[in-house]
């Protein structure tokens, strides 16, 4: 067996409306409702909201509101990412500092949503790759 890339993840929010607010209106990702299900796009990717634990089955045994640490990459500075999100006067937590991903060294801000739930945004260095 082989894993070769992340589908989608899932996270159990305690309001929708707070969720969708942060998501789609400060991070700017693609919101649909289909079958009853919240579900936001980036990329090939997508993040499936539970509106309260184990919606869906099957599902993780201890859903919690807020305790996911996710990191998304995004493709332009960070400093005019971070002036963005601050811009739609939404709290940066922490950043921009120096982190080391997956391909190299990348630049960071982060915030937390709704639910408490850790989002960094990362960018890499051009030199990274």
């Known amino acids: 067996m082989r894993i070769t890339g992340l589908d989608h993840i899932v996270i159990t929010t305690a309001d929708i ?3 969708i607010a942060f998501y789609a209106g ?3 990702l693609r919101h649909e409702l289909k079958n009853g299900k919240h579900a936001f796009y980036l990329g090939v990717q997508k993040i499936n909201i539970h ?3 184990a919606e869906f089955l099957p599902a993780a045994q201890r859903s919690t509101y807020g305790s996911q640490d996710i ?3 995004a493709d ?3 400093c005019t990412i971070k002036a963005e999100i601050e811009a739609k006067g939404y709290p940066i937590e922490e950043g921009v500092v120096a982190r080391h ?3 190299g060294a990348m630049q960071s801000i982060y915030l937390r949503d709704a639910d408490g739930n850790l989002i960094e945004i990362a960018v890499y260095e051009k030199n990274s790759k």
């Open 71 to 73: 990191c998304l990459l």
């Open 101 to 103: 991903g997956d391909c």
């Open 17 to 19: 409306y707070k969720c």
């Open 51 to 53: 509106c309260r634990p």
């Open 26 to 28: 400060v991070l700017g």
């Open 76 to 78: 332009c500075d960070i």
